[in-house]
């Protein structure tokens, strides 16, 4: 049973930058995807990032283009999303989940993800 821990969240300042870490433990399949969401107050849980696990092809929401970047350490069964130049909008708990499969509109759609850690809080000041 894989398992998700994400932390890395914080209060910042609009233009400021956090990187948010996602733990995994237990088995891990080159076929996993491993997404980044997130849910601001009020608001559905939306597609933020993706990243596959085997090969490190990437997948991002139009408003975090040029601004935020996933990575993954394979060593440490570890991914990345750093966050630049956050903006107030950007203010959200950001969860990471895993599915499997390839990039496609279906990796955006969080009901295909079967885990979820449970969340990191991000809030950008103006």
């Known amino acids: 049973q894989v398992q998700l821990v994400e932390s890395g969240g914080g209060l910042v300042q609009t233009g400021g930058s956090l990187r948010l870490s996602c733990a995994i433990s237990?088995?891990?399949?080159?076929?996993?995807?491993i997404g980044w969401f997130r849910r601001a107050p009020e608001r559905e849980r939306t597609f933020v990032a993706a990243?596959?696990?085997?090969?490190?092809?990437?997948m991002y929401t139009d408003s975090v283009k040029g601004r935020f970047t996933i990575s993954k350490d394979n060593a440490n069964n570890t991914v990345y999303l750093q966050l630049n130049s956050l903006k107030p909008e950007d203010t959200a708990a950001y969860y990471c989940?895993?599915?499997?499969?390839?990039?496609?509109?279906?990796?955006?759609?969080?009901?295909?993800?079967?885990?979820w850690g449970q969340g990191t809080q991000v809030t950008v000041s103006s």
């Open positions: 989940g895993m599915t499997t499969g390839r990039l496609s509109i279906a990796t955006k759609v969080p009901r295909a993800y079967t885990n």
């Open positions: 237990g088995r891990i399949h080159p076929t996993y995807i």
């Open positions: 990243i596959t696990w085997g090969g490190g092809d990437v």
